[in-house]
Every structure is written in structure tokens, then in C-alpha cells.
């Protein structure tokens, strides 16, 4: 059993900068492809960034790249997003997720997931 529980979100201005971090238990957190997903009210769930099991390797959706930095600790089984010049429209609620990896961008390929939490972006 995987459980993942994400921490970091809040109220931020425009311009501003959040944290997240997803604590991960469990012994298997390096065996596990991970990525933060978003769902904003009335869209469908949109992936954000994923990382490869070490860590060599990232992926950033177009709308978030350059922006938001995603890392991990293995040695502290969790995951983080680190969101810089936030803009309104990255108000959702941030998930983080972990799967096998094979089709990274898909957000149905991951079969773990947190509760969320609440990122919002005031203009």
C-alpha cells in the first residue's frame, strides 16, 4: 500500500511563489514514477510535471515550464514542486501522484494518488 500526502498549498498573489512537498510511505518510493497533477473547478485533471525514478530526469507541462521546478528525496520518500511566478490560472488543487512511468504525461497511467491541496492565485 502507497499512501501520499501532499502539503504546501495556500493563497498567494500573482507573482508570488508556494512549496509544495507530497510525503510518500512506505519502502517503494524510489521504484516509483512521480508526478504532480492539477484539477482546476470545472476542468478535467491536467499533468503538471513528472520525475523519473532517480531524479535525473524531469518533464514539465508547456504551461508550467520555466516556472515551476520539480524534485524529489528519495532518502525522504517526498516529492516537491517548487511554483514561481504563479498566475492566476494555476489556481486548482494540486495532486501528487505515483505510477510505473510508462506513459508519464497521462494522467490515468498513475494508480497512486494524494488527497490534494489547495493552490490558489489571487490576480
Known amino acids: 500500500q502507497v499512501q501520499l500526502v501532499e502539503s504546501g498549498g495556500g493563497l498567494v498573489q500573482a507573482g508570488g511563489s508556494l512549496r509544495l512537498s507530497c510525503a510518500v510511505s512506505?519502502?517503494?518510493?524510489?521504484?516509483?514514477?512521480m508526478s504532480w497533477i492539477r484539477q482546476a473547478p470545472g476542468l478535467e485533471r491536467e499533468f503538471v510535471a513528472a520525475?523519473?525514478?532517480?531524479?535525473?530526469?524531469?518533464y514539465y507541462a508547456d504551461s508550467v515550464k520555466g516556472r515551476f521546478t520539480i524534485s524529489r528525496d528519495n532518502a525522504k520518500n517526498t516529492l516537491y514542486l517548487q511554483m514561481n511566478s504563479l498566475k492566476p490560472e494555476d489556481t486548482a488543487v494540486y495532486y501528487c501522484?505515483?505510477?510505473?512511468?510508462?506513459?508519464?504525461?497521462?494522467?490515468?497511467?498513475?494508480?497512486?494518488w494524494g488527497q490534494g491541496t489547495q493552490v490558489t492565485v489571487s490576480s
Open positions: 512506505g519502502r517503494t518510493f524510489s521504484t516509483w514514477v
Open positions: 520525475i523519473s525514478r532517480s531524479g535525473g530526469s524531469t
Open positions: 501522484a505515483a505510477g510505473p512511468g510508462l506513459s508519464l504525461r497521462v494522467v490515468d497511467e498513475y494508480g497512486y
